[in-house]
Structure formats: structure tokens, C-alpha cells
């Protein structure tokens, strides 16, 4: 009787160099913790107004990518009316603001309730659609909220809403442009860790299933609907919420702020940076605000500099910056490399 023995793939060798040193790094859970250190940091080493503007801009921009990143990135949504919901937030805390003196804290939860009612309104008829189409619907339900903003007097009209406050807690003004970074500083961080939990999560895996093959994730039992409702009003919370943040800003906003080129800065943010991945959107989201400011001294040509580093970034990185990694082939590693019965009877004998 010949015995089969059990073949098994050879071990890595030890010591795989730089590149496998980087990609260690990269997937080090501490990579979180150091971006948020350098962000606290940043202040320390230049304050001067115009640096803290264009920070916090950067900032509030990284929130909305992470954002969107959970409609695009995760659950396979092509959205290109984003801006509506950093519109709607930016209003409906401007408005409680400006008109019943709400404190912009105190109008969170409003902005979340009207969010939410956006994105069921806008996404019960729509998200039985798909690709193209749902891109078209979502780009014209993005144009109907700013030219609806233009034209209501409650809004403002074309120019908008000022004189919203300051962000303060307990009567303590935080407008200042330091203590103001530091507190978009601590909402956003924390906005990216509810997000990529949320993408560890069960849900977030059924967003996987569906951006992968929403056919094949409806045969095996995911309710496609609601979990891409799941994933449009995650999308539309964050968006809102950075809508307050950036009219505690400026103190002012306007239709001008939410067109389509908006919308497409920050889809662009999630492209650039890799579609599904956390850090890689924050990157993404950093190089869109920060470069085009590093390239301020082209004058006229620094927009023309800025399309062909992004077209260089493309065309050497196609998958993103930082593009989303899976932990399956890992696994699939391990588990070929746990001893088999039939290692066992092969080694007794």
C-alpha cells in the first residue's frame, strides 16, 4: 500500500527585506495613533492664521471623504451629489443657529435627524438602481438641493446664511483658530474610528459582499436594500456633520460652497487615495486640500500642476495611494500551514 503524503506550501523566509518591513508598518495598528500625533503636532510648528485655515479646511475635508468612502468605497455606491448632504448640515444648523440662537452644539442632533430623513428620502426610490443610473439621480438630487438653497428666503438666497457663532461650551468660546483646530481635530478622529468600525463590522462586511457582486450577496441571504440604506445614511451623517463644522468655520455659507465640483474634490479624495481604505482616504483627502495651497507660488499655472501630479499618482499607483488590503490571503496562509489528520497518521507511521 503506497502512502500519499500531504503536500505543503514552503515557509516564507525570514527576514523579507525592506519591502516586507514597510508593509509591516503600514499595517501596524499604530498608524492611527501617529497620524493623530501629527496632527496635534502641526500647530506647534506653524500657527500663523492662514496655516490653521487651510488645516482645518483639510480636516473637515477628511471627514467628508471618510464619509463618502462608506457609500463609494465600501458598499460599491457611486454617488455624485455628496455635497447635498454637507449642504444639508450646513444649513440646518446655520439656520437653528441664526434664527432660534441655538448653540451649534446643541443643533447635532437635529442635523443627524434631518440627515437621515435626506438620505432615506433620496435613497428609498433611488438605491434600486445601479451604476450609471443611481450616478445620474444622485448628481440631480445634488443640483436640486443648491439651486433649492438659492431660491428659498429661509436659506438666504444666493447669499446664503452669516453671522453663525462660534463653537462654545458652557458659555466658553472655542472660535479661537487653535483651540478651534484641535476640537475638528478631536471630532474628525473620532468620526474615522466610528467609521472604520463600522466597516469591520458585520455590516461593513455585507457592504463588501455588495460592491463585490450584489447578485451573488442577495443569493446568499443579505438583504442588498437595507444594507445599502445602512451605508447611504451612514454617508449622509458624516457628510451633515461636516457641514457643521465648516459653518462654525466661517461664519457664513453660501450655494456657492456645495456645486457638483465639490462633490467631485471629494469622490476624487477617495480615488486617489483607494477606494475601502481608511487611511488611504485620509491621505487622499489630505493631498487634494494640501497640495494645490504647496503650489500657490505656480500663481496661474498651479491648478495645471496640480492635474498632472494627480495624473502621475494615477498612472503609477491605479489602486490608490494606500489602496485597501485583505487579510484572506493571511488566513488562507495560516490555515494551510496548521498540521492535518492526515499530517499525523503520515508522521506516525
Given at each position: 500500500?503506497?502512502?500519499?503524503?500531504?503536500?505543503r506550501p514552503p515557509?516564507?523566509?525570514?527576514?523579507?527585506?525592506?519591502?516586507?518591513?514597510?508593509?509591516?508598518?503600514?499595517?501596524?495598528?499604530?498608524?492611527?495613533?501617529?497620524?493623530?500625533?501629527?496632527?496635534?503636532?502641526a500647530p506647534i510648528l506653524i500657527a500663523t492664521p492662514y496655516a490653521?485655515?487651510?488645516?482645518?479646511?483639510?480636516?473637515?475635508?477628511?471627514?467628508?471623504?471618510?464619509?463618502?468612502?462608506?457609500?463609494?468605497?465600501?458598499?460599491?455606491?457611486?454617488?455624485?451629489?455628496?455635497a447635498a448632504f454637507f449642504a444639508v448640515g450646513a444649513y440646518t444648523s446655520g439656520i437653528l443657529a441664526t434664527r432660534?440662537?441655538?448653540?451649534?452644539?446643541?443643533?447635532?442632533?437635529?442635523?443627524?435627524?434631518?440627515?437621515?430623513?435626506?438620505?432615506?428620502?433620496?435613497?428609498?426610490?433611488?438605491?434600486?438602481?445601479?451604476?450609471?443610473?443611481?450616478?445620474?439621480v444622485t448628481l440631480g438630487f445634488g443640483e436640486i438641493i443648491r439651486v433649492?438653497?438659492?431660491?428659498?428666503?429661509?436659506?438666504?438666497?444666493?447669499?446664503?446664511?452669516?453671522?453663525?457663532?462660534?463653537?462654545?461650551?458652557?458659555?466658553?468660546?472655542?472660535?479661537?483658530?487653535?483651540?478651534?483646530?484641535?476640537?475638528?481635530l478631536a471630532i474628525v478622529a473620532c468620526a474615522v474610528l466610528g467609521a472604520n468600525r463600522l466597516i469591520r463590522s458585520r455590516l461593513g462586511r455585507a457592504w463588501r459582499f455588495i460592491r463585490e457582486d450584489e447578485d451573488a450577496a442577495e443569493a446568499m441571504g443579505v438583504h442588498t436594500y437595507r444594507v445599502k440604506m445602512a451605508a447611504y445614511i451612514a454617508g449622509a451623517v458624516w457628510g451633515g456633520l461636516a457641514g457643521v463644522l465648516f459653518g462654525a468655520q466661517l461664519s457664513a455659507i453660501s450655494p456657492a460652497s456645495f456645486t457638483f465640483l465639490q462633490s467631485a474634490l471629494v469622490l476624487m479624495a477617495v480615488v486617489l487615495g483607494g477606494m475601502g481604505s481608511t487611511p488611504g482616504v485620509v491621505i487622499g483627502?489630505?493631498?487634494?486640500?494640501?497640495?494645490?495651497?504647496?503650489?500657490?507660488?505656480?500663481?496661474?499655472?498651479?491648478?495645471?500642476?496640480?492635474?498632472?501630479?494627480?495624473?502621475?499618482v494615477m498612472v503609477l499607483r491605479p489602486q490608490g495611494l494606500w489602496p485597501a488590503r485583505t487579510r484572506e490571503p493571511e488566513r488562507t496562509a495560516r490555515r494551510s500551514t496548521r498540521p492535518t489528520p492526515l499530517d499525523s497518521e503520515v508522521s506516525g507511521r
Open positions: 500500500m503506497t502512502t500519499t503524503k500531504a503536500v515557509n516564507r523566509p525570514a527576514g523579507g527585506g525592506a519591502g516586507d518591513a514597510v508593509k509591516g508598518v503600514l499595517r501596524s495598528r499604530w498608524i492611527g495613533p501617529i497620524g493623530l500625533f501629527a496632527g496635534a503636532v490653521m485655515n487651510v488645516m482645518t479646511s483639510a480636516l473637515i475635508f477628511v471627514m467628508l471623504a471618510v464619509g463618502l468612502n462608506i457609500v463609494v468605497g465600501q458598499c460599491g455606491l457611486l454617488d455624485l451629489g455628496y432660534l440662537h441655538w448653540p451649534l452644539f446643541a443643533t447635532v442632533p437635529a442635523v443627524i435627524v434631518v440627515t437621515v430623513l435626506a438620505g432615506i428620502v433620496v435613497g428609498g426610490p433611488t438605491l434600486r438602481l445601479r451604476s450609471d443610473y443611481l450616478a445620474i433649492t438653497a438659492n431660491n428659498l428666503d429661509i436659506t438666504g438666497g444666493p447669499e446664503g446664511i452669516y453671522g453663525i457663532p462660534s463653537l462654545s461650551v458652557g458659555g466658553v468660546d472655542l472660535g479661537n483658530s487653535v483651540v478651534f483646530y484641535y476640537v475638528v483627502a489630505l493631498f487634494v486640500t494640501m497640495l494645490p495651497e504647496a503650489l500657490r507660488g505656480l500663481s496661474d499655472y498651479r491648478y495645471f500642476a496640480f492635474g498632472a501630479l494627480l495624473i502621475i
